[in-house]
């Protein structure tokens, strides 16, 4: 099915936001709003979770749009934490992944508004009820109405980059914390949150979900452990 050029126009547009946020320091306007990209982001990919489905372009599907999405944080995660150099504001890393839990938070919040306004029904297609209210989309191969595999897989592997990318700096940051073993253990069940949705990614099964969570949890706590150093006596 063709595209009408309205929504190609919408959805450059939408894009244009982003990509202005995702800039906007080489425009030298002196403000902070370079951080913006993580929510402006939010735009074009819902707006093309919309085209997709409006137009049954269900092999690629929601879950293509959040894949766009996740490209589209990559990016600016990308430019915060790898390329800034930290004599140019360079962003702490805890200030990275709050912006992109927010965004996430508002992502999730827009999955169940959006469907639910008049006329944007058809973005329930290719997604599944969370909690009756939360329509994400279908990752599963096993489900009807899933996405392409190339996409579903594609998916997987790029969130898992994502959420590595801001793990890792924000340990970092621990590095040779003077602390003790409940402290780390605090800490672990902090981040086994991000690390139970990579398990759920990639082990949707109820059966193999709490074995993969527990293995990345004893790893980390393993990892912290060394990491850190305990407090003086």
């Known amino acids: 099915m063709t595209i009408p050029i309205q929504q190609i126009v919408l959805l450059i547009s939408f894009s244009l936001i ?21 929510i402006t982001a939010l735009l ?17 599907g929601p879950l293509g749009a959040m894949l766009v999405l996740a490209s589209l944080w990559f990016l600016a995660v990308i ?20 912006m992109l839990i927010v965004s996430i938070i508002i992502n999730v919040i827009l999955s169940a508004v959006l469907p639910a306004l008049p006329g944007l029904g058809h973005m ?4 599944n009820a969370v909690l009756k209210y939360f329509f994400m989309p279908i990752y599963n191969d096993v489900d009807p109405g899933h996405a392409l595999l190339g996409i579903i897989l594609a998916y997987k592997i790029l969130v898992s980059l994502l959420t590595v990318s801001v793990i890792v700096p924000v340990v970092m940051d621990l590095k040779d914390m003077e602390t003790n073993i409940m402290a780390l253990v605090i800490i672990t069940l902090i981040f086994g949150i ?19 969570l527990f293995l990345f949890m004893v790893l980390f706590f393993i990892f912290m452990l060394m990491l850190t150093r305990g407090q003086a006596k």
């Open 44 to 60: 074009p990919a819902n707006y093309l979770w919309h085209i997709v489905t409006v137009n049954n372009l269900l092999d690629f």
């Open 124 to 127: 329930e297609s290719g997604t």
């Open 194 to 212: 991000p690390f139970a949705f990579l398990a759920f990614l990639w082990a949707p099964a109820a059966e193999t979900i709490w074995v993969f």
């Open 79 to 98: 430019r915060d934490i790898a390329v800034k150099d930290r004599a140019e504001s360079f962003k702490d890393a805890d200030d990275v992944a709050l």
């Open 18 to 38: 982003y990509f202005i946020f995702l800039f906007y320091d080489l425009f030298k306007r002196g403000d902070k709003y370079g951080s913006f990209a993580y």
